[in-house]
């Protein structure tokens, strides 16, 4: 039965924006603290790439079963305790930067802890846009979704540089708190609440195999995801920007977190452009063509020299990647059934978290077996190629028109 329009409140989808954008914020300061931190300490490209493993392997563990439980249980519960969690990771890192002198180790054992509780994050926060807006605004608000993540990702990187320059202590207590808020904020979320499933008495393995059956048997779905691992896998370069700013650029805290900042500007503005005119027609062949700019940009930035061009190759890799974000939810939120939201999320999210995470520590084993630049521009070179690949492995992906196309249709 489909619930009353009154359910949906505005109330719910600022709150919901707001602690989207607090604990986006943090994130991001965070991995300028830390990545720049780390590496004064080992001055290794082999340690950022731990950072990353660090925080994608108790993801990669926690994620599918983090959605199972989403979709038997609140989300706003699930999302608000896993970002408390994070906040306790921020703090712990506040204390080892007051009290510790020795090295990384315990640093990354924090980051460990830090991944387990984005594992949990990541599918309630993805599975609860759809309950808190009606269906005809959902493509709009996750463009305005986006949109307040990648104003967050400008101003987090950004903030972060500068306040590094005063010590990572004091981003540490910062983040703790763009955590914390957040939680509290979630926690009070009204909105559509979810229909039980006639399936909520199988087992929790049987439920996660469901997922992963769900996503794999959707030619669209899968296509739309996996060209994401593999594209930013293969051509995100962000874990090197510690080396590319100190060694290759020539330039300290501040512009490094420009340079983490410049990605998101770019997307940022491509997200209002979303916002305003949403991408209506032939939205395949347009994510298709942002993955391939994608790739071109990452070899500019890669044997860029020059400081501005170098922000305007990544301003430029942003706006593409935006692309590929607004197309790709649209189609996993239009596609999924809301009993189903929670574990194809965490599909979704562990895909990106492999895109993400693993792709730093690949950059980081390419730079340290072939130099950083040379691991750049192959990277941006093979995802040039997945791109190649995916049209011929995914048609159905590159034949969608409207975002819509792909809602299940109801049972006669």
């Not at 995801?225 to 594209?231: G, K, V, Y």
């Not at 305007?312 to 996993?332: E, H, K, Q």
Request: glycine residues 10%; contains cysteine; aromatic residues 10%.
């Amino acid at each position: 039965m489909t619930q009353s329009p009154t359910v949906y409140a505005p109330r719910d989808f600022w709150l919901f924006l707001i602690g989207r954008f607090f604990s986006a914020s943090a994130m991001l300061m965070q991995s300028v603290a830390v990545g720049w931190q780390i590496y004064d300490m080992e001055h290794s490209t082999l340690a950022l790439g731990l950072v990353g493993l660090c925080q994608f392997l108790p993801m990669f563990l926690l994620i599918l079963p983090a959605g199972e439980i989403t979709d038997r249980s609140d989300q706003r519960k699930v999302m608000s305790l896993a970002l408390a969690m994070q906040g306790v990771c921020s703090a712990l890192l506040l204390g080892l930067s007051l009290f510790h002198t020795g090295g990384a180790l315990p640093f990354y054992a924090v980051l460990v802890l830090f991944g387990a509780a984005r594992g949990f994050a990541a599918p309630s926060g993805q599975s609860l846009l759809p309950f808190l807006v009606p269906p005809e605004k959902l493509p709009r608000a996750i463009a305005l979704n986006s949109s307040v993540f990648m104003v967050a990702v400008i101003a987090g990187p950004a903030l972060g540089g500068f306040l590094y320059v005063a010590g990572p202590v004091w981003i540490y207590g910062v983040c703790a708190a763009g955590f914390l808020l957040p939680a509290a904020f979630i926690f009070t979320l009204g909105g559509r609440k979810r229909v039980p499933s006639e399936k909520d008495d199988a087992s929790r393995y049987e439920r996660v195999k469901e997922g992963i059956r769900f996503v794999r048997d959707r030619p669209i779905v899968l296509g739309a995801i996996s060209l994401d691992l593999f594209a930013v896998l293969l051509g995100g370069a962000t874990a090197l920007l510690p080396v590319f700013a100190r060694d290759i650029l020539h330039t300290g805290p501040e512009g490094l977190g420009l340079l983490r900042s410049a990605p998101a500007i770019g997307a940022a503005a491509m997200a209002l452009f979303l916002a305003r005119w949403p991408v209506e027609r032939k939205t395949g062949v347009r994510m298709f063509a942002a993955v391939a700019i994608f790739g071109i940009a990452t070899v500019v930035f890669g044997v860029s020299r020059n400081f501005w061009l170098s922000l305007t190759a990544l301003g430029v890799l942003g706006a593409s990647d935006m692309i590929s974000i607004y197309v790709r939810a649209a189609l996993i939120n239009f596609a999924t059934p809301d009993e189903m939201r929670g574990r194809v999320g965490a599909v979704n999210m562990l895909f990106i978290g492999a895109s993400n995470e693993l792709g730093e520590f690949e950059s980081g084993i390419t730079a340290f077996l072939f130099g950083t630049v040379p691991a750049v521009v192959i990277g941006g070179l093979g995802t040039l190629g997945v791109v190649a690949l995916w049209m011929k492995l995914f048609p159905p992906l590159k034949s969608v028109d409207r975002l819509r196309d792909v809602e299940p249709q109801p049972e006669k």
